[in-house]
């Protein structure tokens, strides 16, 4: 990035997934895919899968609602002005029963970039299996 940027409020890139509506707040493409900022605003079920990276680093600050993020040993139930740290190699899984809003920020990843991608894929792409896995892992994304 060589100038400032300024992404108000309801603005970024937009993302409106069934499970969750994420604004990207900071991309990857300014930060040499160093970090990026994801506002996520969690709908009531949202469930994310067991997972881990090899690579990124995910810090969690919480502004609304009340999320558990699940762990092999511990479920951390976090509430507004929280903020959970998962470094490479820990497996975690996440859920909102009643919807919440997150900012999720993520150190040597580019999050933003694996949810543009699923952006343009078809309901064909999402149901094979193999290709879901190919990209997962090239965004440094490894359910289990």
């Known amino acids: 990035m060589k100038a400032k940027e300024v992404i108000r409020n309801g603005e970024g890139q937009n993302y409106n997934y069934s499970q969750d509506h994420c ?16 506002e996520d605003t969690l709908k009531p079920g949202f469930y994310l ?25 511990e479920t951390i139930h976090c509430k507004p002005g929280d903020t959970v740290t998962v470094p490479p190699n820990v497996w975690h899984a996440a ?32 149901a094979d299996s193999e290709l879901m896995k190919t990209i997962a892992a090239e965004f440094d994304i490894y359910e289990g």
Do not use: P, W
């Open 49 to 73: 899968a067991r997972h881990h990276h090899k690579i990124m680093t995910e810090v969690f600050y919480f502004l609304e609602g009340e999320v558990d993020l699940i762990f092999d040993n």
């Open 23 to 38: 604004f990207i707040k900071l991309s990857s493409h300014h930060t040499n895919g160093e970090l990026c900022f994801v």
């Open 95 to 126: 859920s909102c029963e009643k919807g919440g809003k997150m900012l999720s920020i993520f150190k040597n990843g580019q999050f933003d970039l694996y949810l543009e991608k699923l952006s343009k894929m078809s309901a064909s792409d999402f």
